[in-house]
């Protein structure tokens, strides 16, 4: 498996050329639901770019050393959001679709919990690999390599508050 490495310039870049796929395309939605953690940051540009109400879905899928373990999905019990209720057409952003498995147990997720408020959902990412059992509707790039992505808040995952503390004692302009 090769690496991708991506800077949080690259990362944005990408976010709004995905912005830009979805407004092109003239759909028409009133809901954005990120998938947590990955979809937060697209979520909220994408929701603040389109002046639309963001819901947050926290699903887990990944674990172990590097959290490159795919394991089995667990979903949030149910949507955080700030509207009464769903919208009826929903942008259903992620950063990636890996497997796509992740994206597809999303779809009948959200249509068990709040199929008789949805009437249409997209989905949108920024990157899609080959090796996904789905396709999504709106991507920036396509991975035809299926490479590991090291994203630009990765080192967190990696570091501890105590380790933090010391990065910024030892730096001069702290």
């Known amino acids: 498996m090769s690496d991708l490495y991506v800077s949080w310039e690259e990362y944005h870049h990408l976010i709004e050329k995905l912005a830009v796929k979805v407004y092109e395309s003239q759909w028409q939605f009133n809901q954005i ?6 979809g937060l940051r697209v979520g909220d540009i994408l929701s603040r770019l389109f002046d639309q109400p963001l819901a947050i879905l ?7 050393v590097g959290n490159r373990v795919r394991g089995s999905v ?4 149910d949507l955080s959001m700030t509207t009464a209720n769903l919208g009826s057409h929903i942008l259903l952003v992620d950063d990636l679709v890996d497997s796509g498995v992740t994206l597809k147990r ?4 959200l249509d068990r919990k709040y199929g008789f408020y949805i009437e249409e ?11 996904s059992v789905i396709k999504p509707d709106y991507y920036v790039d396509y991975l035809a390599d299926n490479p590991w992505i090291h994203q630009p808040f990765e080192p967190y995952e990696d570091m501890t508050p105590e380790e ?4 910024w004692a030892a730096s001069p302009s702290s």
Do not use: E, N, Q
């Not at 639901?33 to 990955?38: E, F, R, T, Y």
């Not at 959902?121 to 090796?131: E, G, H, I, N, Q």
């Open 58 to 64: 926290s699903t887990s899928s990944y674990g172990g």
């Open 33 to 38: 639901i990120c998938l947590a953690k990955g």
């Open 74 to 77: 667990t979903f949030s019990r």
């Open 164 to 167: 933090l503390l010391a990065k």
């Open 106 to 109: 999303t779809l009948t997720w």
């Open 121 to 131: 959902v997209r989905t949108a990412v920024l990157w899609y690999k080959d090796c």
